[in-house]
């Protein structure tokens, strides 16, 4: 009998931190519901004193969700804790995580305090939140950069105070892989008690080795991983779900089970990027375009001979369809919405229709149809509802002459021209733009990126745009590189003109 790991999920708090990925509560209730399907155990929805609509999300899952225990995240603050503890009000089994930074850099730095007075509040934090929950987990923030010693009291005093699960986070993603596993084993030897609660690992990737070290925790005896669909997550990101459950999987030696149902992993994976515009790596493992293809000849020989000759995996276990429907001009509603189905996107008729006609557009100018096509145009139709939409665009531009563009917009259901020359198709464009809405409004980064490959690819762009001080995110995909910029542009001014 294999033991097993708890999969503590947190792509709705740590993997949503990522700039320009925020979800509001309905995409966050539909994420919930796949993880709930994917078999997490606990699922992290966030923050709630950080904000209303962090709040808001972990009420409305709370409510939507049945198995998975839902968490919600504090900081060693009585507030923070009453706070967290409304939020879970409608959870069928609820916990508070809460913690402080253990290192010298936190309690130094941070809290201009001392290694006793950190004590003390975490073990006040630990006791406060039981008033609330009995399934309390306690952070020690930078973990990874404090001394063992010193955390293993603080180990063993919020164990005794009450905390049911322990994290130990890398919060910078410095360990090397043999030191986390050190760490964790160092625990296990010099912690009394430690038996009474479960020893969480919790990985970043800044230095790539985030899924090394959450394995070599796992090895040395923790039995909960906190982890993101697709390693999402602030800066470099968190260990990925994907990754972990599919290494125990593989390497069964290891005697270590999870509940997660492999084959649900990769609609989940493209759900996340879709919801969060956030485009999966091609060659990220598990889950990357390329992850399977095998494209030089002596493995596709190898791999037609014997598909274990290079496959360590069956992409079937994690839930790709091989066979694939190639989506073309000729392909009918029923293939759309059999692949839409397959990358976890479930449209109403109304929608399935919308997007079909955009489909039929798109495939009349590009011959392969993806995946990632797809989903942008299943996520296009979020644009039906702004305020202010582009009616038409039109821009010359080439060698020798100076860029001009004219613009329709259609603010609130009234029409407005106008035109503009730039020093380039973008620029005479928003400026063209800016004639219309006359907002002190500055561009701060500016992203195109290729979806796919071929000169007939669409074009994703990001873009950040800063208004009165504050920075808002805008999105949008074209196979019109000028015309996605000019969408994207629209898009981040629809989250501050209401
Ligand atoms: O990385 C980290 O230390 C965290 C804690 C707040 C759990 O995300
Ligand atoms: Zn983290």
């Given at each position: 009998?294999?033991?097993?790991?708890?999969?503590f999920?947190?792509?709705?708090?740590?993997?949503?931190?990522?700039?320009?990925?925020?979800?509001?509560?309905?995409?966050?209730?539909?994420?919930?519901?796949?993880?709930?399907?994917?078999?997490?155990?606990?699922?992290?929805?966030?923050?709630?004193?950080?904000?209303?609509?962090?709040?808001?999300?972990?009420?409305?899952?709370?409510?939507?969700?049945?198995?998975?225990?839902?968490c919600?995240?504090?900081?060693a603050?009585?507030?923070?804790?009453?706070?967290?503890a409304?939020?879970?009000?409608?959870?069928?089994?609820?916990?508070?995580?809460?913690?402080?930074?253990?290192?010298?850099?936190?309690?130094?730095?941070?809290?201009?305090?001392?290694q006793?007075?950190?004590?003390?509040?975490?073990?006040?934090c630990?006791?406060?939140?039981?008033?609330?929950?009995d399934?309390?987990?306690?952070?020690c923030?930078?973990?990874?950069?404090?001394?063992?010693?010193?955390?293993?009291?603080?180990?063993?005093?919020?164990?005794?105070?009450?905390?049911?699960?322990?994290?130990?986070?890398?919060?910078?993603?410095?360990?090397l892989?043999?030191?986390?596993?050190?760490?964790?084993?160092?625990?296990?030897?010099?912690?009394?008690?430690?038996?009474?609660?479960?020893?969480?690992?919790?990985?970043?990737?800044?230095?790539?080795?985030?899924?090394?070290?959450?394995i070599?925790?796992?090895?040395?005896?923790?039995?909960?991983?906190?982890?993101?669909?697709?390693g999402?997550?602030?800066?470099?990101?968190?260990?990925s779900?994907?990754?972990?459950?599919?290494?125990?999987?593989?390497?069964?030696?290891i005697?270590?089970?999870?509940?997660?149902?492999?084959?649900?992993?990769?609609p989940l994976?493209?759900?996340?990027?879709?919801?969060m515009?956030?485009?999966?790596?091609?060659?990220?493992?598990?889950?990357?375009?390329?992850?399977?293809?095998?494209?030089?000849?002596?493995?596709?020989?190898?791999?037609?001979?014997?598909?274990?000759t290079?496959?360590?995996?069956?992409?079937?276990?994690?839930?790709?369809?091989?066979n694939?429907?190639?989506?073309?001009a000729r392909?009918?509603?029923a293939?759309?919405?059999?692949?839409?189905q397959?990358?976890?996107?479930?449209?109403?008729?109304?929608?399935?229709?919308?997007?079909?006609?955009?489909?039929?557009?798109?495939?009349?100018?590009?011959?392969?149809?993806?995946?990632?096509?797809?989903?942008?145009?299943?996520?296009?139709?979020?644009?039906?509802?702004?305020?202010?939409?582009?009616?038409?665009?039109?821009?010359?531009?080439?060698?020798?002459?100076?860029?001009?563009?004219?613009?329709?917009?259609?603010?609130?259901?009234?029409?407005f021209?106008?035109?503009?020359?730039?020093n380039?198709?973008?620029?005479?464009?928003?400026?063209?733009?800016?004639?219309?809405?006359?907002?002190?409004?500055?561009?701060?980064?500016?992203?195109?990126?290729?979806?796919?490959?071929?000169?007939?690819?669409?074009?994703?762009?990001?873009?950040?745009?800063?208004?009165?001080?504050?920075?808002?995110?805008?999105?949008?995909?074209?196979?019109?590189?000028?015309?996605?910029?000019?969408?994207?542009?629209?898009?981040?001014?629809?989250?501050?003109?209401?």
């Amino acid at each position: 009998m294999s033991e097993k790991l708890f999969i503590f999920d947190t792509t709705l708090r740590d993997g949503e931190q990522v700039p320009g990925c925020q979800l509001n509560t309905i995409e966050k209730i539909e994420i919930a519901k796949s993880l709930e399907t994917l078999g997490v155990d606990i699922i992290e929805a966030g923050f709630p004193i950080s904000s209303p609509g962090d709040f808001n999300s972990v009420v409305e899952i709370s409510k939507a969700v049945t198995w998975p225990t839902i968490c919600a995240l504090t900081r060693a603050v009585e507030k923070d804790i009453d706070v967290a503890a409304e939020a879970l009000k409608y959870a069928k089994r609820k916990r508070i995580h809460t913690g402080i930074g253990t290192s010298t850099y936190h309690i130094q730095y941070k809290f201009n305090s001392t290694q006793a007075e950190i004590l003390e509040r975490a073990i006040a934090c630990t006791k406060y939140a039981k008033r609330y929950v009995d399934d309390v987990e306690f952070y020690c923030e930078d973990a990874g950069r404090t001394d063992n010693e010193y955390l293993a009291r603080v180990v063993e005093a919020v164990i005794q105070a009450g905390a049911t699960v322990v994290n130990i986070p890398d919060t910078t993603g410095y360990c090397l892989p043999s030191e986390y596993g050190e760490k964790i084993r160092y625990l296990f030897e010099h912690v009394k008690g430690i038996e009474k609660a479960v020893i969480s690992t919790h990985c970043h990737n800044d230095l790539g080795m985030a899924t090394a070290n959450t394995i070599n925790g796992i090895l040395n005896g923790a039995r909960q991983a906190e982890v993101t669909i697709n390693g999402i997550g602030e800066r470099a990101g968190n260990t990925s779900l994907e990754e972990v459950a599919m290494i125990l999987k593989s390497h069964k030696e290891i005697g270590i089970s999870t509940n997660i149902n492999t084959q649900k992993i990769f609609p989940l994976s493209r759900q996340v990027s879709s919801l969060m515009n956030m485009p999966v790596q091609p060659n990220k493992a598990i889950v990357g375009r390329n992850a399977f293809a095998h494209s030089s000849g002596i493995h596709q020989d190898g791999v037609l001979k014997n598909v274990q000759t290079y496959e360590i995996i069956n992409p079937q276990d994690v839930g790709i369809d091989e066979n694939n429907i190639a989506l073309t001009a000729r392909s009918g509603h029923a293939a759309l919405k059999h692949r839409l189905q397959v990358l976890g996107v479930e449209l109403s008729p109304e929608k399935l229709d919308m997007v079909y006609e955009e489909f039929l557009k798109l495939a009349d100018k590009k011959k392969d149809i993806h995946d990632d096509d797809i989903l942008m145009l299943a996520g296009k139709d979020r644009s039906e509802m702004q305020r202010i939409r582009l009616e038409y665009l039109q821009v010359t531009s080439g060698v020798g002459v100076r860029p001009v563009a004219s613009i329709g917009l259609n603010i609130a259901g009234e029409k407005f021209e106008a035109a503009a020359s730039g020093n380039g198709p973008v620029d005479a464009a928003i400026k063209a733009l800016k004639q219309i809405i006359r907002r002190t409004m500055t561009i701060q980064e500016f992203l195109i990126q290729a979806i796919n490959k071929g000169s007939d690819d669409m074009g994703k762009v990001h873009m950040q745009v800063e208004h009165e001080g504050v920075n808002y995110y805008g999105f949008s995909a074209n196979t019109d590189i000028i015309a996605a910029s000019v969408e994207a542009y629209i898009d981040a001014i629809n989250k501050f003109v209401k």
